[in-house]
């Protein structure tokens, strides 16, 4: 099973809104609704931050939002904060089993 | 808040054997699937495999003839065997619980253990 494909960096200032794409195929992202985005400080674990494309943990706030389209999914982050530079990985279902994205360094200028 | 804490050897040499457990506190092994995780530069994040409360597993079948789990439900912890490794295994190891077999969320996740494999 192939890695989904995310583009390696993005970056936005303060308070503006970036968005992370997640390219799959018919076999997973665009199959199932069971994509889910992580988000990795450095030197911690992932941390979940969206699951089912759209929904989000209680205590992740609702600037982090998902979507899906096709066989391409997105992660929007609104109102960006120093805090949430990061490294962002998206996961999703293959009928079998789970694939991740290589990950995105989301850099907050 | 379910929590989880793991630990195991970190510097293993060529065909020794990696071991990890994981120690959940702040909730059950019931009603969730309890999965390994590895990360390592050159494969990113790689599903390893999951076991429930019962003892049913599953394996990423590409390690699936190197990886055992097993549960201790007495101790609420789980763990992680992977026999004959080699310089490839190298990277962080994370525990962390899911609702379902479909792993369509995991958290938390434990803290990671670091392990190389260097003759």
């Known amino acids: ?109 | 808040q379910v929590l989880l804490q793991q630990w195991g050897a970190g510097l293993l040499k060529p065909s020794e054997t990696l071991s990890l457990t994981c120690a959940v506190s702040g909730g059950s092994l019931s009603n969730h699937y309890w999965t390994w995780i590895r990360q390592s530069p050159g494969k990113g994040l790689e599903r390893i495999g999951e076991i429930d409360h019962s003892g049913r597993t599953r394996f990423n079948p590409s390690l699936s003839s190197r990886v055992s789990l097993s549960v201790d439900t007495s101790k609420n912890q789980f763990s992680l065997r992977m026999t004959s490794v080699t310089a490839a295994d190298t990277g962080v190891y994370y525990c962390a619980r899911s609702s379902s077999w479909l792993l369509n969320w995991l958290d938390p996740w434990g803290p990671g253990t670091q392990v190389t494999v260097s003759s």
């Open chain 1, 1 to 109: 099973q192939s890695a989904l494909t995310q583009p390696r960096s993005v970056s936005g200032s303060p308070g503006q809104s970036v968005n992370i794409s997640c390219a799959g195929s018919s076999s997973d992202v665009g199959a199932y609704i069971y994509v889910s985005w992580y988000q990795q400080h450095p030197g911690k674990a992932p941390k979940l931050m969206v699951y089912d494309v759209t929904k989000r943990p209680s205590g992740v706030p609702d600037r982090f939002s998902g979507s899906k389209s096709g066989n391409t999914a997105s992660l929007t982050v609104s109102g960006l904060q120093a805090e949430d530079e990061a490294d962002y990985y998206c996961c999703s279902y293959t009928g079998s089993s789970v694939v991740f994205g290589g990950g995105t360094k989301l850099t907050v200028l």
